[in-house]
């Protein structure tokens, strides 16, 4: 073999090396949990009696310290923006067959923060005629998305959504074992601002099979619709933990 094949031979494999060192790095920086480290929202934020989620607006190009963006592999990100709607201050979440979780690190025991109270209004619901009770249509205009942990350390996520047809509220949707739980849904309720609150030790307790108290760790939004191709437009408002029981459906 002359020198200058044994050359090319080389500098080939160093090329694919060095794809493969950075095809790893790419793929466990994907799979990296972004939601851990330091400033925690905590109950020391409480102002009478409420821990308010996005109370004040920030930028969401640099987003500030105990909030991360998660995204997904070869899917176009959720359009998060804060405005301002029918003199409420919001976060309007667009999809356009995409999807990513925009949530806040934080470390609140339910023992003094035992509910989850916020406002939304489903302006353009999801369209799909594919089940989201599968995989397939596991879409939906708005989640919210927590993540407990218990006493031993063991972490549990959980969604609360809105439903598009199949589900009425205090259902839960159980895929793969994952936990959705539907506190609002259907083409008929959107248009209008829904004051909705859930008591989350009940929600842990079902997405967990534990009794214990856990402390929440993550919470945020994540609205998709990446599995069915679909567009959707949602607003979130006062968003918040509060210290009181959770209101009785009306």
Not at 30 to 53: H, K, M
Not at 98 to 112: E, P
Not at 122 to 139: F, H, M, N, W, Y
Not at 148 to 170: C, H, L, R, V
């Amino acid at each position: 073999m002359s020198r200058k094949i044994r050359f090319w031979l080389a500098l080939c494999l160093g090329v694919a090396v060095i794809a493969a060192v950075l095809a790893a790095l790419v793929y466990r920086q994907w799979r990296a949990d972004p939601f851990t480290g330091a400033d925690p929202l905590t109950a020391n934020a409480a102002v009478a009696g409420r821990i308010g989620l996005i109370d004040t607006g920030f930028s969401l190009d640099a987003l500030p310290p105990g909030w991360a963006l998660k995204t997904f592999f070869n899917v176009k990100p959720t359009d998060y923006q804060f405005t301002s709607i029918d003199d409420r201050f919001a976060l309007h979440c667009a999809t356009n067959d995409s999807a990513s979780i925009l949530a806040r690190n934080t470390a609140v025991s339910l023992v003094d923060f035992p509910t989850l109270a916020w406002s939304w209004k489903i302006d353009k619901p999801l369209e799909s005629a594919v089940d989201e009770a599968t995989r397939a249509g596991d879409d939906h205009p708005a989640r919210l998305f927590l993540r407990f942990q218990s006493q031993d350390g063991t972490k549990t996520a959980a969604e609360i959504i809105w439903s598009n047809k199949k589900y009425k509220p205090g259902d839960y949707k159980i895929i793969d074992g994952f936990h959705h739980l539907v506190a609002n849904g259907g083409d008929a309720n959107a248009g209008v601002w829904h004051e909705q609150s859930v008591g989350l030790q009940a929600l842990y307790r079902a997405a967990s099979g534990r009794d214990d108290t856990p402390m929440l760790t993550v919470l945020g939004f994540f609205c998709d619709s990446d599995n069915t191709g679909a567009s959707t437009s949602a607003y979130f408002s006062g968003v918040a933990l509060d210290r009181a029981s959770p209101a009785l459906p009306s």
